[in-house]
């Protein structure tokens, strides 16, 4: 019996065949693409852009910089990453989802944001660039639907140049316990009623609030990343740990 006959992997609560993750959490975004920007700003109420921001504001680049998002949807990150970069520069967005991919392309043509952007679709666990390809890496709200955690981290520290650094920005577990329970019953009840009303999906936003709730803890991510390779790692709580954005070099 093979390893992958033998394991599994969290699809949400469920758990599934190890092979089996990557093929569905695919069906969950074809489904949401179209909605997805939209669905972002209502789930939210437009904070995951200044979470964003922030994240940018930690990025360290430069002009002639190069940078890749990872998991980067409709391009949110890889927009703000081509205006640090500049002309000179060169900012590579990846998914492994194509439907997402084309919906982020066509949303940075619409942003006259072309000349200095490549497109590639990518799986994080074994990314197709060379070691010591990219001043920064980001990946945003994507960590949590990638089935093997440690070698997509392992990847991105590989492809970072020395001094590099990864920015993980992702849904993490509040801190205070009376806005945990406020955000268990936002998520469990209000995401799926949105997901059906705006999406016509309540059951993929069901799969993503489960999601953030199989995702590591601040500190447990912490260490995975400590154990990848990454050095000087430290994390930023945002909304009282709702998210959080992790840091770490390659040294």
């Not at 520290?157 to 020395?162: A, D």
């Not at 955000?183 to 059951?203: E, H, I, K, M």
């Amino acid at each position: 019996m093979t390893r992958d006959s033998r394991e599994t992997a969290d699809f949400g609560f469920e758990q599934v065949p190890l092979k089996e993750k990557a093929r569905r959490v695919r069906g969950v975004f074809d489904s949401v693409a179209d909605r997805y920007d939209l669905m972002n700003d209502l789930m939210s109420g437009g904070a995951h852009r200044l979470w964003k921001q922030f994240a940018l504001s930690l990025t360290g680049l430069k002009a002639g910089g190069r940078a890749l998002d990872i998991a980067g949807g409709t391009g949110d990150l890889a927009a703000g990453l081509a205006r640090q970069t500049g002309r000179t520069g060169l900012v590579v967005l990846a998914d492994i989802n194509a439907r997402m991919l084309e919906h982020g392309r066509d949303r940075l043509i619409d942003r006259a944001l072309t000349s200095t952007l490549a497109y590639v679709q990518a799986n994080a666990e074994c990314l197709p660039f060379a070691d010591s390809s990219f001043d920064c890496v980001t990946i945003a709200f994507g960590l949590r639907n990638v089935t093997d955690k440690p070698a997509a981290l392992a990847s991105m520290r590989r492809v970072l140049k020395p001094a590099g650094q990864l920015l993980v920005l992702e849904f993490s577990t509040p801190v205070i316990p009376v806005l945990s329970r406020i955000y268990d019953a936002y998520s469990f009840n209000v995401l799926p009623w949105l997901g059906r009303v705006v999406a016509g999906d309540a059951d993929s936003y069901r799969y993503l609030a489960e999601s953030i709730r199989r995702h590591p803890d601040q500190e447990t991510l912490l260490e995975m990343m400590r154990t990848a390779g990454l050095e000087a790692c430290r994390y930023h709580n945002l909304m009282g740990g709702v998210v959080a954005v992790h840091r770490g070099y390659r040294i």
